[in-house]
Each structure stands twice: as C-alpha cells, then as structure tokens.
C-alpha cells in the first residue's frame, strides 16, 4: 500500500492553509505599498494619515500571523504595532465620511487608550510579568470593540439624501463589506464552534483582502469626490447676505479667484473683516458649502469662458487651468467635472466638433 499518496481531505486542507497564508502576505504587502506612500505624500491629510497608519498597523498584523513563530521575538513588537489596527480605523472612517471632522484631544486619548494595552504587553512578557496579561488582553478586547462599533456609527450616522446617490453607494459598500468582515472574525470564531485552524486563515485572509479593497477604492473616490458638509447651513441675516455680496463684487472687480493662493484669510483681508464672519457670509449669505467651493466655482466659471471661446482655442487644458488660478491640472480637472459633470476637454469638443483635435492635455 502506498503511503505516499494524499487523502483529498488533506490535500485541500494544504492547499486552503497554503492560500490563505500566502494571500496574508500579498496583502500585508499591499498595505505596507499604501503606508509608504502616504508616507511619501508632500500633502497630508487627516483622511491619508489615518489609512496610512491603519495600513501599516494591519500589515504589521498580517505578517505577524502568516509567519507566526519563524518570527522569534519579532512577532510580539509586530504585535505591539497592530494593536491599533482597530482604533485608526475608527479615525479612518470619521475622516472618509465626514469633511470637518477633526482628529482632537478626545479622539487622541481614546486611540492611545486602546493601543496602550498591546505596547504594554511585549514589555510585560519580555519582563517576565505574566499575571496582568489576562487583563491587558480582555482589556484590549473591550475597547477594540468599542472602537469597531464607533466605526459603524460614523458610517451609518447623517445618512446621504437620495441627490447623494454615489455617497450612499460608497457607505453600503463599506458597511457590508467591514460588518461582514466583524461578525466573520469577532463573532463566529469566538462562539467555540468547530472550525478549522486551515478555514480560519483563509476567512481571515478574505476579510482583510475585502476591507484593503473596499478602502482603497474608497481612498481613490474620495480624492475625485471630496466628502460633503452635512452640517446644515446657519440661517442668514441681513448682515451676511449683504457682506456676501460685497465679497462677488470684490472678487469679480479684481479678479481675485485667479490666485492660486487665495484663501479665507486673503479674502478677510481684501474685505477687512474677520475671517469669522466672512466665513459666515460664505456659507449662510451665499449658500456656498464653503471658500474653496465658492473659489472653485468662479475658476471653473472662468475656465469655461476660456475654452468657449475661439480665439483661445490654442491654448491647452493646462493653460487653462493655470490661467483659471490652479496650481496643476489634476485638481482643474476634478473640479470641473464636479460642476459641469464633463471634462474640460469634453465640455471644449461640445462647443465646437472641429475643436475635437484641440485641447491636448
């Protein structure tokens, strides 16, 4: 009798432990690719810093668990580093979905909280200082909790109108694919059910394969599709509207939209009044969600004159948008989309078809 042969069982055993092994480590690779570049990023947003540290704390997981034990020592500081793993995805989803949302002295505290446990518990075990280590861990289990629960709040909280449409799209993606991720890994493996060490790998590889996906494509939209302000727009006085049209006059004589260093604080200045208020008249006088929606708009106005007009015909998308007063033609672009819902290119060829050969960007 041969003894060389596999049992299909087995066989299959081997091949979902192999794959889920190997797809932990592709994607704690793909995480540690996005770590690096917002790492290498010049502009650093709270929405890039929180994926950045979340990518790299959940690489630092995966690689701890494809490897295990070939790890020696390294492991448990592999582990230290993924104790946050939980709490900046919480910082993660509040800046994805919610555009003022800062990260303050509260939010701060309650991630350092949650980390704390696994900084502390490398040390402890290196130490020799067994007892607390129970604690630390049931500790660490309630507060990642609490912060995996805070993660769907901010999710599901001031839920998108029906004219929001692709906002509502990104949210039901997002909380099917994390809520599906929780209940597989935080649920079902912890009811004491039969599952095998092989299947656990794998669901766990496919849940965090789902959650990188869902991520980057929600990083990538969001870069088109700035979040919107869901906070409702103060009730306007007389003051404000008024100082809000003082503001259009001001811009429209001088042109000021085609700076491309133009700011609140420039147009407080060109007014003399506190940023305070005229930020106030932006949005309440003018209906405006903010400064940069309402300079956007007047460049975007700007640019369209350009590219209508024959006699500006030789210029090209990037000269148009440096002379609209963008610094590069990326952010032109998806502000001219988001207003005209075309590209520059497209709005310039339905003006004229014989324009179709222009416009090279």
């Known amino acids: 009798m041969r ?29 540690a690719a996005w770590a690096g570049w917002v790492l290498m990023r010049g502009q650093r947003t709270p929405l890039h810093l929180s994926w950045g540290v979340f990518t790299l704390c959940m690489g630092a997981l995966l690689v701890a668990e494809g490897l295990g034990d070939s790890l020696g020592s390294a492991r448990l500081w ?18 994805l ?17 949650i980390i704390a446990p696994s900084m502390i518990k490398p040390v402890l075990i290196i130490s020799g200082f067994n007892a607390p280590i129970d604690i630390l ?8 909790s609490t912060a995996l629960m805070l993660s769907v709040w901010e999710a599901a909280r001031n ?11 990104l949210r039901i993606g997002y909380l099917a694919v994390f809520c599906s991720g929780v209940f597989l890994c935080a649920i079902v493996f912890n009811t004491g059910a039969p599952i095998s060490p092989q299947l656990v790998t794998l669901i766990e590889a496919l849940c965090a394969a789902a959650i990188l996906t869902v991520g980057s494509v929600a990083i990538v939209y969001r870069h088109a599709h700035p979040a919107p302000d869901w906070r409702p727009a103060p009730e306007a006085t007389e003051t404000d509207v008024q100082l809000g049209q003082r503001l259009i006059r001001l811009m429209d004589r001088e042109q000021l939209h085609l700076d491309p260093d133009l700011n609140l604080r420039c147009l407080a200045q060109a007014l003399g009044e506190p940023p305070n208020k005229v930020s106030r008249a932006i949005t309440a006088g003018l209906k405006a969600a903010n400064v940069n929606q309402l300079i956007n708009a007047r460049r975007i106005a700007h640019a369209q004159s350009l590219l209508t007009d024959p006699d500006k015909d030789s210029l090209t998308i990037l000269q148009v948008a440096l002379e609209s007063g ?24 339905g003006r004229d078809p014989a324009a179709q050969g222009l416009a090279a960007e």
């Not at 042969?5 to 592709?26: C, E, N, Q, S």
């Not at 839920?159 to 799209?169: G, K, Q, T």
């Not at 005209?340 to 060829?349: A, E, G």
């Open 3 to 31: 003894t060389d042969i596999v049992a299909p069982d087995a066989r299959w055993t081997i091949v979902m432990l192999a794959f889920g092994l190997g797809l932990k480590l592709f994607c704690a690779i793909w995480a």
């Open 78 to 95: 592999l582990l230290m580093l993924s104790g946050g793993t939980c709490s900046v995805f919480w910082l993660f989803t509040r800046a």
């Open 97 to 113: 979905f919610h555009k003022t949302t800062a990260f303050g002295p509260f939010e701060l505290a309650l991630v350092a909280g």
């Open 137 to 144: 861990v049931n500790a660490q289990t309630m507060l990642s």
């Open 159 to 169: 839920w998108p109108s029906a004219e929001h449409m692709n906002e509502r799209r």
């Open 326 to 349: 963008f610094n590069s033609i990326g952010p032109f672009n998806r502000a001219f989309k988001a207003i005209t819902d075309q590209t520059p290119r497209d709005y310039r060829r």
